[in-house]
């Protein structure tokens, strides 16, 4: 039976390539992905067949990477961070599951034998860069509301906000849409203080990263890109400086125990 690996190729730094895909990559003839991704692989990717859809075509990428497995290839279908995180892996279920439906007209898909390999995330790798950002409850957000209502996307802000949760957001800004950070800074401010700090990480772990200490009344859609992950701390989070070297945490509650 052909293989399809449906993974995460961490952020960027091939030292953050988990073992278990860099296998599969060795293995696969085929790798279906954003160009840019394939570049990032650099030398592992000697000898391989690419096959590269631009951004806004990930329907289509998942399709060909079922496809070719299912033509016998062993193929990978790659994404940056964590495939299963804001990635490909639910639009390769979500044919899946519309072929079973009778939705689709690819029944050799179901004959593809497929594993997912994990990658680390860039809400991990930013986390890592500054501390121990994500040491107590946190969740995630996309500000794109290309795929998500607004109103939901709103909602969960407010949630976030009560539940007092560490916050990585993904997609906070693009070309088009330059206003829904500073709206989710202005739905936090009701929650927890100005002076909450605030992780901007762009590029994660790749040669031009750059790392930003603010606070979150001080966060602004202007300093952001569409490489660039934002993480708030919840109101216990503190920023510290030993010396030249600044850190994020979030206390676990070890302060009861000290």
């Known amino acids: 039976m052909s293989k399809l690996f449906v993974m995460g190729m961490g952020p960027g730094d091939l030292g953050l390539v988990a073992p278990n ?5 060795a293995i696969c003839s085929d790798w279906v992905a954003y160009g840019y991704y394939l570049d990032l692989l650099g030398e592992l990717s000697e000898g391989k067949t690419f096959h590269n859809l631009p951004l806004g075509e ?5 399709r060909l ?5 299912a033509q016998g290839k062993n ?14 892996a639910t639009l390769v279920f979500e044919l899946l599951d519309l072929q079973l439906q009778g939705k689709e007209n690819h029944p050799e898909w179901l004959n593809v034998d497929i ?4 990658g680390i995330s860039a809400m991990q790798a930013g986390a890592s860069r500054v501390g121990a950002m994500l040491g107590h ?13 607004w109103e939901t996307i709103d909602k969960r802000l407010h949630a976030c906000g009560a539940g007092d949760f560490v916050v990585s957001f993904y997609n906070p800004v693009s ?4 206003w829904q950070l500073n709206h989710a800074r202005d739905v936090l401010l009701q929650y927890r203080p100005a002076s909450t700090p605030v992780m ?10 750059e790392i930003t200490f603010t606070t979150l009344g001080e966060l602004d859609a202007k300093d952001v890109d569409m490489f660039t992950m934002v993480s708030v701390g919840n109101s216990d989070t503190k920023h510290i400086t030993n010396g030249e070297k600044q850190w994020i945490y979030t206390p676990r509650g070890y302060s009861k125990k000290l």
């Open 75 to 88: 193929t990978a279908l790659i994404s940056s961070g964590d495939i299963g995180i804001y990635a490909m």
């Open 65 to 69: 990477a079922l496809s070719l497995a």
């Open 115 to 118: 594993e997912v390999i994990p």
């Open 200 to 209: 901007i990480g762009r590029q994660l772990t790749r040669p031009e990263e």
């Open 58 to 62: 990930e329907i289509g990428r998942a």
């Open 175 to 178: 070309k088009k849409r330059d």
């Open 137 to 149: 409850d946190f969740c995630t957000i996309s500000l794109s509301d290309l795929l998500t209502p």
């Open 21 to 25: 895909a860099t296998k599969a990559l």
